[in-house]
């Protein structure tokens, strides 16, 4: 059970927009701690894609966004394209376990 | 561009101590604004912060693996390194070491901090 909640699965048919939640506590993302997405296409290392709730790193195309409001945070996906198809992972930081902790992932499969 | 690459034992056995190793090249593993850690994943399940250390020596642990986890670093040869002891099959996992960016968030009052690069992972599988 992670501390922070992820749907296991959410899909999309080319060119649609999707979004995929991350839904903390009072100890994470309640308390105004950064959160953080990352992309893993199976079989890689997973890559960073949002940083600090909203920042996209050199690289990463605006069709990604992240936000954040209260205890979730959400990371959409604009003109979904075939190589979107990967699992995505939250991570922030939680005051109770003094440490990092990671979303249990979302599978996304484009249609 | 900054690399890391991990090595170390493939399989170990039950009880006995899961050593790694990761290299950093195209940079300095003593910059300051940076951490280092590792985390795990188990086949076909998620992400786990197991640790993250500083070049200076600094550690922090994943509470969950804390009385199991030791840290280091060599700054002479750009490399940090995990041990993980009394391992048993639910340690079997992909090991990913990474650089974690540092900064502090002066809104909450806190260092916050990200894996903004990774290396590619070795499978470590615990079996007799």
């Known amino acids: 059970q992670s501390v922070l909640t992820q749907p296991p699965s959410v899909s999309g048919a080319p060119g649609q927009r999707v979004t995929i939640s991350c839904t903390g506590s009072?100890?994470?993302?309640?308390?105004?701690?950064?959160v953080h997405w990352y992309q893993q296409v199976p079989g890689t290392a997973p890559k960073v894609l949002i940083y600090?709730?909203?920042n996209r790193p050199s690289g990463v195309p605006d069709r990604f966004s992240g936000s954040k409001s209260g205890t979730s945070a959400s990371l959409a996906i604009t003109g979904l394209q075939a190589e979107d198809a990967a699992d995505y992972y939250c991570?922030?930081?939680?005051?109770?376990?003094?440490?990092?902790?990671f979303g249990g992932g979302t599978k996304l499969t484009v249609l | 561009q900054l690399q890391l690459q991990e090595s170390g034992s493939g399989l170990v056995k039950p009880s006995e101590t899961l050593s790694l190793t990761c290299t950093v090249s195209?940079?300095?593993?003593?910059?300051?604004?940076?951490?280092w850690g590792w985390i795990r994943q188990p086949p076909g399940k998620g992400l786990e912060w197991i640790g993250s250390?500083?070049?200076?020596?600094?550690?922090y642990y994943n509470p969950s693996l804390k009385s199991r986890v030791t840290m280091s670093v060599d700054t002479s040869k750009n490399q940090f390194s995990l041990k993980l002891s009394s391992v048993t099959a639910a340690d079997t996992a992909i090991y990913y070491c990474?650089?974690?960016?540092?900064?502090?968030?002066?809104?909450?009052?806190?260092?916050?901090?990200?894996?903004?690069?990774w290396g590619k992972g070795t499978t470590v599988t615990v079996s007799s």
């Open positions: 250390i500083y070049f200076s020596g600094s550690t």
């Open positions: 009072s100890s994470n993302i309640g308390a105004g701690y950064d």
């Open positions: 195209g940079g300095s593993i003593s910059s300051s604004s940076y951490y």
């Open positions: 600090r709730n909203t």
């Open positions: 991570q922030s930081y939680d005051s109770s376990l003094s440490g990092s902790v």
């Open positions: 990474a650089r974690l960016y540092s900064g502090y968030n002066w809104g909450s009052s806190y260092h916050y901090y990200y894996m903004d690069v």
